[in-house]
């Protein structure tokens, strides 16, 4: 679902504002998996909802993965909680506040403040 956000990106300049913006169905639960509830796609952000197959300690839970764009026009994620990438801009400024809502430690290290 990244490559898809960063295409639609190239192709119209602009953050997708949705899965079907960036190529996907519009059903979030067609990207769900045994984990997985569903993935939306909101202002170029992938938000990754898990469902109860998932550790209890994140069933239910939230992780959102945010796109950059650097200033060499490439495309970095800040994944959870982790830091901003260096040198770079969200990819829609106007997009909702960051939103991960799993504890720190359950989450990957590049996803950790």
């Keep these: 679902i990244k490559a898809d956000v960063i295409e639609a990106y190239r192709r119209t300049g ?3 504002a949705d899965r079907l913006e960036a190529g996907l169905s519009a059903d979030p639960t067609d990207s769900a998996g045994l984990y997985v509830r569903s ?4 202002k170029g952000t992938i938000i990754v909802t898990y469902g109860g197959n998932a550790n209890q300690s994140i069933a239910g839970g939230v992780l959102a993965m945010r796109p950059y764009v650097m200033s060499d026009k490439s495309v970095a994620w800040r994944c959870g ?21 799993i504890m720190p430690k359950y989450l990957p290290s ?3 403040p």
């Design 14 to 16: 602009a953050a997708p």
């Design 81 to 101: 909680q982790g830091p901003v990438p260096g040198d770079a801009a969200p990819m829609d400024a106007g997009a909702s506040p960051f939103t991960t809502d």
């Design 110 to 112: 590049a996803c950790r």
């Design 39 to 42: 993935v939306d796609v909101v």
